[in-house]
């Protein structure tokens, strides 16, 4: 039998490696010159590759879309066989705080090596500018044809070809009679040009709300401030969660984030209050009474009009009230 699989990424390539070997010819074609790409960059390069939750209910419940499709199959392969799996050929899996799983070597070679290595001992070959231009059955099998003029013959094919930039790239899939729900960007950074808070790119707060104004999104998590905006679970997680209402206002919104988590401004409004009568004398800069960074906490500071000098029992109404707002 030939089994040919479109797309050369983790779908792709883990398909192949679980494909039995014997009288099965596997053969994957790959639009670029590479395999695995967006593995490499997953999880600032050290690939996060399962979760540490073990429930599969409460797991299906995390995915923004595709839970009635996703729920047979998590049942039959979740976290626990993903960790298993990568166990089985010599990768040990180490689970942070948040509950995502990395290999222990923090580095995503590690799974690419591992899933390359698995599909290839099986006999696995690889074509690479193979961009596919139709797919249609035949009296012997299935003809795949390609942009390059040449062709290929398969029993089954398994389509793993990933996201596209236009929907176009998806005609070929119509052609043989599927439906396809226009793709839109998921699990993005937010981009903010000219945002001055981006002079502080480097800094991270572990546990912040995002929310989008005007909408239901709200996630709580690690919030890293980039060169170009915001990043981090809590970012990516919104856009997830977001995507298709981000698309339709053209990705024009306002991100609200709360860098105290759950802290109400009448919560900081308390705190301050406290600060102005048991410690006025303090300066505003050096106490940081909410342990925030220390760069973040200067930003804010200077958002609301605080100089460096100010002490807590002199802190005027309206910077009171902005700093409770920031």
Known sequence: MEIAIIGAGAAGCFAAANIPSGKVNVTIYEKSGKAL????VSGGGRCNTTHQLFE????????PRGEKFL???LYEFGPEQTIDWFAERGVTLKAEGDGRMFPVTDNSETIIECLWTAMKERGTKVQFHKSVESVAPASD???IHFADGTGARADRVLVACGG?????SYQWIE??????AAPVPSLFT???PGNPITSLMGVSVPEARVKIAGTKISETGPVLITHWGLSGPAILRASAWGARELHQCDYKFKAVVNWLNESTDNDVRDKIQELRRDSGKLTVYKSNPFYLPRRLWEFLL???GVSDEQRWGDLAASSQNKLSES
Not at 37 to 40: E, F, G, L
Not at 164 to 168: C, E, F, V
Not at 175 to 180: E, K, P, S, Y
């Open 37 to 40: 790409q967006k593995v490499k």
């Open 56 to 63: 599969i209910p409460e797991l299906i419940r995390r995915y």
């Open 71 to 73: 729920r047979k199959t």
């Open 141 to 143: 099998g299935i003809l």
């Open 164 to 168: 596209y930039p236009k929907a176009s």
């Open 175 to 180: 052609a043989l009679g599927h439906t396809i």
């Open 190 to 192: 937010f981009n903010l």
């Open 302 to 304: 200077s958002l609301c």
